[in-house]
């Protein structure tokens, strides 16, 4: 190392000295996507060969996941082609993995652009413990509030440009790359879940965000989006129309991550959703549930769907059941008689509810006339066979009736209604069809 004053330094011995100091110097050319090292040791020796394609280069350095050597999803290598040139001099630090070693090495690595060639002087150091430690304690509070944020970038739709893009689940730091909106904006839409691309693709075309963002206001969009590992997750899109001197279209865009959120509401409203269409006692669908899925499923028979029975069940003398043995036995016979009713439904395409009481309602579908009063002869039977516990031997009357196509949801049900009372008329623990 050579040892001198300060003012007897040349041009030589700097050169000289950053020959021993450098860990890396690489040249590379953006325009041939090719790469030469001109030195490289410690760390550097594994993760670069003498020569190679520069975009490798640009994945080693920063598309892998933060902390992790696990490639991105291919989907998203396509945007590595923009991150190739710089404008003017760059510097930053960065995570790189060597092959087998899945801890990291922290480097610092600038930029020194060849004017007007496409070509780039790389120059890269292996961080010690002491200067990664200091990192970290000056990026932590930006990294909290960064963590929800998986994506931000500067736009502005008249220039058609991108800067400061910020993707967290890589690192950090802001890249200045050369994608233009307008390309950045038809590869991201790939992204996207295919039911809310269309929506994506309105929300952020350009005309659309100058008519309808002023400057401060936002508009935002939920959607499923993959991320870098290549799983839909769901996102919160956010447009940020930035304050400017003057009055061109400036935003500010992020793609924050509301995933756990969003299954977790998705969760409380699964919740809220059974409570509202189902019966507390039984589990079946109640009375609101049952009547829903009855008017659905007529309105499929008349748009050309597979034929509808219904049937509509009532426990006979149940009244007597809960006068002699008390309502909380007469819930359980309740219960006992829903799970007979599942049991007959199960592997069919059906819908069982309670409409209240003693009264119960199944729809059949894919089911002929023929095939339905078969089905509601043994569902009679095997309630008639049962033993409901201390309430003993029970049936019931069973009112049977096929969806016309002129039928509404009245007159369907006026008449397995008639039908199940011709059933209790005519001695009870009948099937009766309408």
Not at 237 to 248: G, M, R
Not at 262 to 289: C, I, Q, W
Not at 295 to 322: P, T, Y
Request: glycine residues 6%; charged residues 30%.
């Amino acid at each position: 190392m050579i040892n001198k004053a300060i003012e007897d330094y040349t041009k030589e011995d700097l050169l000289s000295i950053l020959d021993e100091t450098v860990d890396a110097i690489v040249i590379v050319d953006s325009k041939l996507n090719t790469y030469r090292s001109i030195i490289r040791k410690g760390v550097f020796a594994e993760l670069l060969g003498e020569t190679g394609v520069y975009e490798d280069l640009i994945q080693k350095i920063w598309f892998h996941l933060d902390n992790s050597n696990e490639e991105i999803n291919d989907d998203y290598k396509a945007f590595i082609s923009y991150y190739r040139e710089f404008r003017g001099k760059y510097s930053r630090r960065a995570k790189v993995f060597v092959d087998g070693d899945d801890t990291p090495h922290h480097i610092q690595m600038n930029v020194y652009p060849i004017d007007g060639t496409g070509q780039y002087i790389f120059a890269m150091d292996e961080l010690n413990d002491g200067e990664n430690v200091e990192e970290h304690a000056t990026s932590s509070k930006v990294n909290t509030i960064q963590s929800t944020y998986l994506f931000s970038m500067y736009v502005d739709l008249i220039r058609d440009t991108t800067s400061s893009i910020s993707v967290t689940e890589i690192s950090e730091d802001t890249v200045n790359a050369t994608i233009k909106y307008s390309q950045w904006r038809l590869m991201t839409v790939n992204m996207i879940w295919p039911e809310d691309q269309q929506q994506f693709m309105t929300i952020t075309d350009p005309e659309y965000l100058k008519a309808n963002l002023s400057t401060g206001r936002t508009t935002s969009f939920d959607c499923k989006m993959k991320n870098l590992e290549g799983v839909f997750i769901w996102v919160k899109l956010v447009f940020i129309k930035a304050e400017t001197s003057d009055d061109e279209f400036r935003f500010v865009f992020m793609v924050q991550d509301i995933n756990e959120n969003v299954k977790e509401l998705m969760t409380t409203m699964k919740k809220y959703e059974s409570l509202a269409l189902k019966d507390p006692l039984t589990g079946l669908f109640n009375r609101g549930g049952i009547e829903t899925e009855i008017r659905n499923a007529i309105e499929l028979f008349k748009n050309g769907g597979s034929d509808v029975a219904l049937l509509m069940l009532d426990l006979d003398f149940f009244k007597q059941v809960n006068d002699t043995y008390g309502h909380s036995a007469g819930d359980t016979a309740l219960k006992d008689f829903a799970k007979i009713l599942e049991s007959a439904v199960e592997c069919k395409s059906a819908s069982v509810g309670r409409w209240g009481g003693e009264e119960f309602i199944i729809i059949l579908r894919n089911m002929s006339g023929n095939e339905a009063y078969k089905f509601a002869e043994e569902l009679r039977r095997r309630v008639e066979e049962t033993h409901f516990g201390e309430v003993g031997k029970l049936t019931c009357s069973i009112g049977l009736s096929r969806v016309e196509p002129e039928d509404t949801f009245d007159d369907v049900f006026k008449r397995i209604d008639r039908a199940m009372y011709s059933s209790k008329d005519s001695g009870r623990n009948k099937v009766t069809e309408e």
